[in-house]
């Protein structure tokens, strides 16, 4: 029999702020076997683990995030909205979770824009993590440009709704 693998979305969510690298280490402490994030990219260039397009609804700070340079979306406090035990708690890179997670848990990371498939996969070999990653997103385009950038990278395709007759990326 195989046991469901057990994937922690966002993080234990539940237990600490949403994508942060607390709500990270506590999956990790659970035991869990898959971590799940959402990355998108800083003004700057930096990939940034958020689920929103904006600051707004997990910090004390507003914008698009994509309108923002790393070093203004660091001094957002992602934390005190959940709870005061996590106050000051920033929202991380992609590469402070990939170090987190390292040979502890493997890393879903859902892609929001199709441009950032070669900077995610770039952080992956910088920090060495090839192994410990799963790339997915909604957008056919972005998980087929990740398997043309990188074919042994595993990738998944997200779906809300199924065609008739689905084909191979």
Not at 15 to 37: F, R, W, Y
Not at 76 to 85: C, L, P
């Amino acid at each position: 029999m195989i046991h469901p693998l057990r994937i922690a979305h966002r993080g234990a969510s539940t237990q600490a702020p949403e994508n942060t690298l607390a709500a990270l280490e506590m999956a990790i402490q659970e035991g869990v076997d898959l971590l799940e994030i959402d990355v998108r990219a800083s003004a700057d260039g930096e990939v940034v683990v958020i689920h929103d397009p904006t600051l707004d609804r997990t910090t004390d700070r507003t914008g698009l995030v994509a309108e923002l340079t790393y070093d203004e979306i660091l001094k957002a406090d992602a934390g005190s909205w959940f709870s005061r035990k996590f106050a000051k708690e920033a929202i991380p890179t992609l590469a402070e979770v990939l170090e987190l997670a390292r040979h502890r848990a493997v890393v879903l990371i859902e892609i929001k824009a199709d441009h950032m498939a070669e900077k995610v996969l770039q952080q992956i070999q910088a920090v060495d993590a090839q192994d410990g990653v799963v790339i997915q997103s909604f957008e056919a385009e972005t998980v087929r440009r990740v398997n043309l950038i990188d074919p042994t990278t595993p990738t998944a395709l997200l779906m809300g709704e199924f065609p008739k007759a689905p084909s191979r990326l």
